[in-house]
C-alpha cells in the first residue's frame, strides 16, 4: 500500500511538473513513477519511511502553487523593458536532516522558476541556493522554512 501511495504521489508531481494532464501523459507519468521505484527499491525497502498521505497532498498541492507564482513572476520580470534583478546566493540553514527530505527540498527548490539549489555543505546544514532575484535573502529563506521545509517535516514523520 505504501509503495501504491508513492508511486501516486510521483505520476501526480510528472503531471504537475509536465503540465498536461492527458491521458498520454498520465500513463507515461505511471511509467516513469514505477521506473523509478524499481531503480531506488533497494533504498526505499531499507528505510522504513513513513509517509502522512494528507500532509504529502498538501506538499504537492504547495508544490504546484509555488510552481505557478513563481512562473508568473518570473515571466513578469522578463517582459519587464528593463531587468531590475538581484542575482545572487545565499546560505539556508537546514532543519531536515536526513539525506530523502535534503534531496527533496533542493529538487522543489529547483524545480521552481526562478530558483536553483547549487549545493548542500559537507554537514548537510546548510543549502545553498540561487536566486534570480536576492534582493531580500531573508524573505525567500522564510518563505522556504515555513513552506517546504515545513510541509516535507510533516509529510514524512521521522
Not at 533497494?42 to 504537492?60: D, F, I, Y
Not at 545565499?90 to 530558483?115: K, M, Q, S, Y
Not at 539549489?117 to 534570480?132: F, G, I, K, T
Request: proline residues 4%; glycine residues 6%.
Amino acid at each position: 500500500m505504501r509503495r501504491l501511495g508513492i508511486v501516486l504521489l510521483l505520476t501526480l508531481a510528472w503531471l504537475a511538473v509536465t503540465g498536461s494532464l492527458t491521458v498520454a501523459n498520465l500513463l507515461l507519468g505511471l511509467l516513469v513513477a514505477l521506473l523509478s521505484l524499481w531503480i531506488t527499491r533497494a533504498h526505499v525497502s531499507e528505510t522504513k519511511l513513513k509517509v502522512r498521505p494528507g500532509a504529502a497532498v498538501l506538499l504537492a498541492l504547495l508544490f504546484v502553487k509555488e510552481l505557478a507564482l513563481s512562473a508568473y513572476r518570473v515571466a513578469l520580470q522578463v517582459m519587464k523593458p528593463q531587468l531590475v534583478l538581484k542575482p545572487g546566493i545565499f546560505a539556508f540553514p537546514l532543519t531536515v536532516e536526513r539525506d530523502f527530505e535534503i534531496t527533496l527540498l533542493a529538487n522543489l527548490i529547483t524545480l521552481t522558476p526562478g530558483t536553483l539549489s547549487v549545493d548542500v555543505s559537507e554537514d548537510r546544514r546548510v543549502l545553498y541556493v540561487h536566486a534570480l532575484d536576492c534582493s531580500d535573502p531573508a524573505g525567500v529563506k522564510r518563505d522556504i522554512a515555513d513552506g517546504f521545509e515545513r510541509r516535507i517535516r510533516e509529510a514524512f514523520p521521522r
